[in-house]
């Protein structure tokens, strides 16, 4: 087991797949990551929202869905398996239990995630159609940094730059990238405070 800690689990194959089929109650898909470069697969909305989130985070420097199956003798001669990433029951809390004490065997943390808030889900959705980066133009990129050194209206400092349609993609490309700064936990909007987190 202990091999595991040193496995780049965000390149291995998932062990299940993520099956589409008339009539589902949950939306599967694949995200494209830019934290990875690669796609990622989910099984619902809910493992999207949490995918963005940490292809937003700038400490996350990996993502893998469905890694891995972990099995375990339950004490009757039955064994168990789970999918780390997978939401059970509440049931299946023994399931987790056993997760998270294999992954603190390994230095890993574990948790468990219900929704997160709507209103930073909502902005980071936003941010993460600028995430690729062809959004990355250097000239408007070092004039944003510039004209955000000092905290400034989101649109007064793109227009400020140029023309908005052009400057705007870039401007939400910083964001994602953390480059610029905002206060995500209130919707993003025409008048929000970006400062620049960049040396001009």
Known sequence: MMAAAGTAFEYVVPVREFPSYRGQRHFPGRWWSATDDRHVGYESWLERDHLVAMDFDPVVVGIASQPFWLSWNVGDGRARLHGPVERRAARDVAAFD??????GLLGWEYRLVGALDPIVTANLRWLAGYRHPRHGIPGLTAALRIAFAEAAPLLAGAEAVGDP?????????LLWRHDLAADLSVPLHSTTAVTSLVAP
């Open 165 to 173: 349609i052009g400057v705007l993609p870039v401007l939400f490309h």
């Open 98 to 103: 056993a997760t998270r004490r294999a992954c």
